[in-house]
């Protein structure tokens, strides 16, 4: 990782030289909620670095004479060291969402030219009308015409800055060939929750974040499978506790990227979701399911854009990102030469690097493993093939899932019905659910027959008669 923004100058580099009789005015403290006090500061920082802009007799370094508030809050917010020049840029990300009139003075009007002042930056947007911050903006407050100072604010802005990394703050992407801080400084609606509700929320389904969390109230032992699939989880397992040890103990890590993705292929019902779900609560991560269906756009460009939304709000969480019928996005490529085949052999490219490039875990399943494009499944660490349960499996499934008490006052050979009906765990829980409304709609005592019904019932629904 680039260490670049470690260089910046730390609060005692500018502050350690300072004239102790130069102090900037005492703000004011607001206890009602403790980014007032940031707000205060910036706001005070703001007006210095204009008047000195201004000439009123005032040296661009006082901006570095006013302290920023004695609270460790901002750096609890991003659970990160922050110098000086951090802290303001941040506070440029929060002011227009939180007193959006400090940058009013921003608007002030060049006689000379006619409209507001370069140096400034800025843009308005499209509803709101108070002044955006650009890069340029944070450079004209903390480096005014020093080269060295403005080079030290573009670090903060490096891809590889915790702010960029962590889903802080960003600068939204210039349009080509406009210089690099010419792009809109703004802090994410997930950081902006944070401040505004002191939790960190996991993010609203929407077309932004086509995804939802999901969880379940089962354990590892619930799941019956196979041996050579308990394997293969467990390979799972360990790589995301020991990922790190495994990279850099034996130098992988020159030839490995830290990312792992598995492929899960198989029947509907054969615990490819269930195996998601428990990674991810064995291993204390969120696993979030993408819906695919709203990822997929006709227009060109707007599938990739809606995937990146995906993988940037993923990036560096300790996510688990499942794709579910994953053949809908990531099936093979076509060999036509239209326009709509080239579209979607450009979106399968941009998911292969995307793929690539996440660090975390990503779960692709399928039902036929054929469907997946060869290009994928090269870069898969594992593939685990979720098979109908066997006889012995499946008798293993309906003892766990069929309640032990209702077999207190009627024998059910359950080895029979296990040997006679192919059917996955999916479809099993589908046929205790019947046989729980029918018991108890009816007031009837669980019996063979009620089970066969249900089963019956299942297979009808699959295009099979008994």
């Not at 703004?186 to 929407?206: I, N």
């Not at 685990?384 to 066997?390: K, L, Q, R």
């Not at 029979?416 to 029918?438: D, F, H, P, Q, R």
Request: charged letters at 25%; glycine letters at 6%.
């Amino acid at each position: 990782m680039n260490n670049r923004w470690k260089d910046l100058p730390s609060d005692e580099d500018f502050f350690g030289d300072l004239d102790p009789e130069i102090k900037a005015p005492k703000m004011q403290i607001n206890k009602s909620h403790p980014i007032e006090n940031y707000l205060n500061w910036i706001d005070s920082i703001v007006k210095v670095s204009l008047d000195a802009f201004f000439g009123d007799d005032i040296n661009r370094d006082s901006v570095y004479k006013i302290y920023p508030p004695e609270d460790t809050y901002l750096e609890d917010m991003v659970e990160n060291k922050l110098s000086f020049m951090e802290k303001v840029v941040l506070m440029v990300g929060l002011v227009p969402h939180l007193r959006p009139e400090i940058f009013d003075p921003f608007f002030q009007v060049n006689m000379k030219t006619n409209r507001t002042y370069s140096e400034v930056g800025g843009c308005r947007g499209n509803t709101h009308s108070g002044f955006l911050p650009t890069g340029e903006t944070a450079a004209f407050i903390l480096a005014g015409q020093s080269t060295s100072l403005r080079i030290d604010v573009l670090k903060i802005f490096d891809t590889d800055h915790f702010f960029t990394v962590n889903n802080i703050l960003l600068m939204n992407a210039q349009d080509n060939d406009e210089p690099v801080l010419s792009g809109m400084v703004s802090v994410s609606s997930e950081f902006l929750t944070y401040v505004y509700t002191g939790d960190k929320q996991r993010p609203a389904y929407s077309m932004k974040f086509p995804a939802q969390q999901i969880t379940t109230k089962l354990e590892w032992e619930d799941l019956v499978v196979g041996n050579e699939v308990k394997e293969n989880i467990d390979n799972i397992n360990y790589w995301i506790k020991e990922n790190k040890s495994i990279l850099e103990g034996w130098g992988l890590d020159k030839f490995v990227k830290s990312g792992y993705r598995s492929l899960f292929y198989g029947p509907p019902g054969t615990g490819k979701t269930l195996t998601a779900s428990l990674l991810g609560k064995f291993n204390k991560m969120e696993v979030y399911r993408v819906d695919l269906s709203m990822l997929v756009s006709k227009y060109i460009g707007e599938t990739e854009k809606n995937l990146a939304n995906v993988f940037d709000q993923a990036m560096n969480k300790n996510w688990i990102l499942f794709f579910d019928e994953a053949d809908s996005i990531f099936g093979k490529r076509s060999s036509g030469n239209s326009s709509n085949d080239r579209h979607a052999n450009q979106e399968v490219a941009y998911l292969l690097q995307r793929i690539e490039d996440f660090p975390g875990v990503i779960l692709l399943a399928t039902n036929l493993k054929s469907n997946i494009d060869d290009a994928f499944s090269r870069r898969f660490q594992s593939t685990i093939n979720f098979a109908m349960p066997d006889s012995s499996l499946r008798l293993l499934l309906w003892q766990e899932i069929l309640p032990k008490v209702w077999f207190e006052d009627n024998h059910v050979d359950l080895n029979k019905i296990a040997i006679k009906y192919e059917l996955s765990g999916g479809s099993m829980t589908n046929v205790a659910l019947y046989c729980a409304i029918k018991m108890k709609s009816k007031n009837l005592k669980f019996t063979e027959t009620i089970l066969v019904d249900g089963i019956r019932r299942e297979l009808l629904k699959h295009g099979q008669i008994i």
